[in-house]
């Protein structure tokens, strides 16, 4: 199994920063993507970056250029370095993993998701 803690929302005014971090653990695994989702308000869950092990990043476009996903593969760590803040920006921030776990005789490529983080802009 695969655990993911994440650390980083809160509350910012518009045009702020926020720098979301997501740590995975476990044993006998490896990472294939890790990604960010978000989901406001009376609305669908979306996907807002994600990044694979060979690091070629891929965002929504209403998030380019202005947040900005990078991954330690030594440390299973995911970043989300999100500048220029905008109210619709708000949301519950989760991490998501996709990862393979070795068992014994076999391995098993699963999704893995961490607990969100709430990340407010106001103004």
């Known amino acids: 199994q695969v655990q993911l803690v994440e650390s980083g929302g809160g509350l910012v005014q518009i045009g702020g920063s926020l720098r979301l971090s997501c740590a995975a653990s476990g044993t006998a695994f490896s990472i294939v993507t890790m990604s960010w989702y978000r989901q406001a308000p009376g609305k669908q869950r979306e996907l807002v970056a994600s990044i694979p092990n060979d690091g070629s990043a891929n965002y929504q476009d209403s998030v380019k250029g202005r947040f900005t996903i990078s991954k330690d593969n030594a440390k299973n760590t995911v970043h989300l370095q999100m500048n220029s803040l905008k109210p619709e920006d708000t949301g519950v921030y989760s991490c998501?993993?996709?990862?393979?776990?070795?068992?014994?005789?076999?391995?098993?490529?699963?999704?893995?998701w961490g607990q969100g983080t709430q990340v407010t802009v106001s103004s």
């Open positions: 998501n993993a996709r990862a393979i776990v070795y068992y014994d005789t076999y391995e098993l490529e699963s999704d893995y």
